[in-house]
T-cell receptor
Framework: EAAVTQSPRNKVAVTGGKVTLSCNQTNNHNNMYWYRQDTGHGLRLIHYSYGAGSTEKGDIPDGYKASRPSQENFSLILELATPSQTSVYFC????????????FGKGTRLTVV | GDSVIQMQGQVTLSENDFLFINCTYSTTGYPTLFWYVQYSGEGPQLLLQVTTANNKGSSRGFEATYDKGTTSFHLQKTSVQEIDSAVYYCAMRGTSGGNYKPTFGKGTSLVVHP
């Protein structure tokens, strides 16, 4: 079965600090995605990637960077964390073709104090 | 740009009630449409998907129907149970022109009382 693993599962960070959220997939999927989930907003796309070395801006990229060093790994980086970035973050992977599902990790709960 | 509109933010039902959740979408071409379910503490997972080829999908007692004419798709279940309490997301993914990013609605939180 498709597997997407996120780490850490919970994180408390200080305002102005750097935060890195990691995601690993064992599905050999080309595409990977980072979403944040907030009440009233659903799932919003932050960054995505079509393969190793590529990153693309999603719908809400401001304040975030992404890195895809390999097929399996995709990171989300908050260089200067702010309290407004307190949220639950989900990583997902999927085939390059459009008509197929994506697979999600269990999420990372980030609190910025 | 692409969008998926899911109007019902929360639905509260009793066991054995009928469930109906509707979504509308906007994109070019004919996308594949999905319903995801998210249980507490978990990530979203696929419930079912519908394509233009079949217009309907079903899984675990849920049924989804796709109407290209009105660019809408809905999820229904005849008799909900308490274990169906979860957040339901409609989503779409394009199948042409390189438009493969999944786009999600805002989610419907379903609470089923015993």
């Amino acid at each position: 079965e498709a597997a997407v693993t996120q780490s850490p599962r919970n994180k408390v960070a200080v305002t102005g600090g750097k935060v890195t959220l990691s995601c690993n997939q064992t599905n050999n999927h080309n595409n990977m995605y980072w979403y944040r989930q907030d009440t009233g907003h659903g799932l919003r796309l932050i960054h995505y990637s079509y393969g190793a070395g590529s990153t693309e801006k999603g719908d809400i990229p401001d304040g975030y960077k992404a890195s895809r060093p390999s097929q399996e790994n995709f990171s989300l980086i908050l260089e200067l964390a702010t309290p407004s970035q307190t949220s639950v973050y989900f990583c997902a992977s999927g085939d390059a073709g459009g008509g197929t599902e994506v697979f999600f990790g269990k999420g990372t709960r980030l609190t910025v104090v | 740009g692409d969008s998926v509109i899911q109007m019902q933010g929360q639905v509260t039902l009793s066991e054995n009630d009928f469930l109906f959740i509707n979504c509308t979408y906007s994109t070019t071409g004919y996308p594949t449409l999905f319903w995801y379910v998210q249980y507490s503490g978990e990530g979203p997972q696929l419930l079912l998907q519908v394509t233009t080829a079949n217009n309907k999908g079903s899984s675990r007692g849920f049924e989804a129907t796709y109407d290209k004419g009105t660019t809408s798709f809905h999820l229904q279940k005849t008799s909900v149970q308490e274990i169906d309490s979860a957040v339901y997301y409609c989503a779409m993914r394009g199948t042409s022109g390189g438009n493969y990013k999944p786009t999600f609605g805002k989610g419907t939180s379903l609470v089923v009382h015993p």
